[in-house]
């Protein structure tokens, strides 16, 4: 079936070095992407979005980047703080899918000081 | 607007009893969803609601599942005759605005 999943499922960073957090998707029908952070015992916290007609959207710290060519979906999180420690995942929906999003399993990201 | 609130936070349950759990969504959301999280896993998708109405539901959503929105606002999902295999984090979200997620409920089923 098709699915959205991550390439590495645990990140080890150290501290206030660049963070790049990979997924590929195999949905071609996928047109808005998700990426959440999880804080352990905690819902998921919107991040930053990405709609299909972009490649590339920036936010306070992190940047999305989308190649729809290849299917593949990137976090990049500059100057990675303690507090990011997290597990990040990455979601993707379509509009004819009322909204329903489809996970990967994540990827445990440790900052080390 | 508070975020999307769920109640209770955590639920220890005998198996064969029934649980309920409530999702308070942003207010004026019209779309609220449940999923449920496994350890290291990514959320699943369970039920979606537009409104009052439920239109969607997974096949992970067996007959002794059942969610409702009553009035178009809070939701409620029951797990009858509960399995330890019911034992998850039950996660609601709402939208527009980014699918926001309450903080779950933690069901533990012994």
């Known amino acids: 079936g098709e699915s959205v999943g991550l390439h590495l499922p645990t990140l080890s960073v150290q501290e206030g070095d660049n963070s790049i957090i990979n997924c590929a998707y195999s949905n071609s029908a996928s047109d808005y992407f998700i990426w959440y952070k999880q804080e352990s015992g905690k819902g998921p916290q919107f991040i930053i979005d990405i709609r299909s007609n972009m490649d590339k959207r920036q936010g306070q710290r992190v940047t999305v980047l989308l190649n729809k060519t290849v299917k593949h979906l990137s976090l990049q999180i500059a100057a990675t703080q303690p507090g990011d420690s997290a597990v990040y995942f990455c979601a993707e929906t379509s509009t004819d899918s009322w909204g329903k999003l489809q996970f990967g399993a994540g990827t445990q990201v440790v900052v080390t000081p | 607007d508070t975020g999307v609130s769920q109640d209770p936070r955590h639920k220890i349950t005998k198996r064969g009893q029934n649980v309920t759990f409530r999702c308070d969504p942003i207010s004026e959301h019209n779309r609220l969803y449940w999923y449920r999280q496994t350890l290291g896993q990514g959320p699943e998708f369970l039920t979606y609601?537009?409104?009052?109405?439920?239109?969607?539901k997974s096949r992970l959503l067996s007959d002794r599942f059942s969610a409702e929105r009553p009035k178009g606002s809070f939701s409620t999902l029951e797990i009858q005759r509960t399995e330890q295999g019911d034992s998850a984090m039950y996660l609601c979200?709402?939208?527009?605005?980014?699918?926001?997620f309450g903080s779950g409920t933690r069901l533990t089923v012994v």
């Open positions: 979200a709402s939208s527009p605005q980014g699918y926001t």
């Open positions: 609601f537009q409104n009052e109405a439920q239109l969607e």
